[in-house]
C-alpha cells in the first residue's frame, strides 16, 4: 500500500529551522541572565558599581548595531537587540537618577535599634 503524497501531519524540523530556534532559546537565555540585574537596580537604586562610561558605551554601540539588526529579517535577535536597547538605556537614566545623589549611611551598629515592628532600623 502507497503511502499519500503530501506534508506529513506531524511536525518536522528541517536544517533551515535550527538557526531560528537556537536564537530564540539563546535570547531567551540572555534576556533571562539579564533580568536578576534590572531587578536588583531597581529595587535597590544602587548603581554605584556601574561604570558611566560603559553604559554611555553600550548604548551608543546599541545604537550603531541597530542599523545592522533592523536591516536583517525579523527574527529573535530583533527582540534580543530591542531588550539589549532599553535595558542599557534604562541602565544609564537609572544611573544618572541615582549615583551620588542619595548617599547611603549605614548607621553604626550601636545606634541601631528595634522598631515597633521588632525590626531593626
Partial sequence: MATPAGPSPFWTMNLNDFPVLAGTVSTL???????????????????????????LIANIGNGVHSIYVFSLPMGPIWFLHGFYVVSTAVMLL????????????????????????????
Fill in 29 to 55: 537565555l540572555f534576556v533571562m541572565s539579564y533580568l536578576p540585574m534590572l531587578v536588583k537596580a531597581f529595587r535597590t537604586r544602587d548603581l554605584e558599581s556601574y561604570s558611566l562610561g560603559n553604559l
Fill in 94 to 121: 537609572w544611573h544618572r537618577l541615582y549615583v551620588g545623589r542619595h548617599p547611603r549611611e549605614e548607621k553604626p551598629p550601636e545606634e541601631r535599634r528595634e522598631n515597633a515592628l521588632g525590626c531593626w532600623a
